[in-house]
């Protein structure tokens, strides 16, 4: 698959601001107010090869996401070889890793089965970027997504996770 990259434009992603849904509460949003202070940033993408897939398991799924949430890495290894699972890292200009997100091909739809912005990256927009870059890898085909609720969190550090 050929690089691709994208502007990352600066500003806030509300036009109204947003609400809590399960109370209707007012929320900051924090990735607005930094947004708006934020400078344009290239990203860059291409698929993981084996050996990053191996140690971003390791170092990165590992940190950003609970074990229990977590696929066996030979079972995304297994499904790698079918054809059905790809791991994409998206990069800054200086080639340092700013995001990752693994999806896995399904008949009629493409499962965003993991995302997460490198801890010093986030609070930057990056995320937001993320999601219309892989909109255009997986094409007219529909992109499901599960987010986790920093509500739903188990602990202070899970919900803190989750926040950023």
Same mark, same amino acid.
């Given at each position: 698959m050929e690089n691709y990259e994208k502007r990352l434009? @600066? @500003?806030g $992603?509300?036009?109204e601001k947003p609400y809590c849904l399960f109370t209707g509460a %007012?929320?900051? $949003?924090a990735p607005c107010k930094k947004n708006s202070e934020r400078k344009d940033i290239m990203l860059q993408? *291409?698929?993981?090869r084996a050996y990053e897939r191996e140690s971003w398991y390791r170092d990165k799924l590992r940190r950003d996401f609970p074990a229990d949430e977590l696929?066996? *890495?030979a079972m995304i290894e297994k499904l790698i070889g079918q054809g059905r699972y790809h791991c994409y890292g998206f990069f800054d200009? %200086? @080639?340092h890793p700013a995001a990752y997100a693994y999806t896995m091909e399904c008949e009629e739809y493409? +499962? +965003?089965d993991y995302l997460a912005v490198e801890p010093d %990256? *986030? @609070?930057q927009g990056i995320g937001s970027q993320v999601l219309p870059l892989l909109g255009e890898i997986i094409g007219d085909r529909t992109m499901l997504i599960e987010a986790e609720n920093p509500a739903c969190a188990r602990s202070l550090p899970d919900r803190d996770t989750r926040q950023a």
């Open positions: 434009e @600066g @500003g $992603c509300h036009d %007012a929320l900051e $949003c993408w *291409r698929e993981l696929k066996p *890495r200009e %200086a @080639g493409v +499962l +965003l %990256a *986030r @609070g």
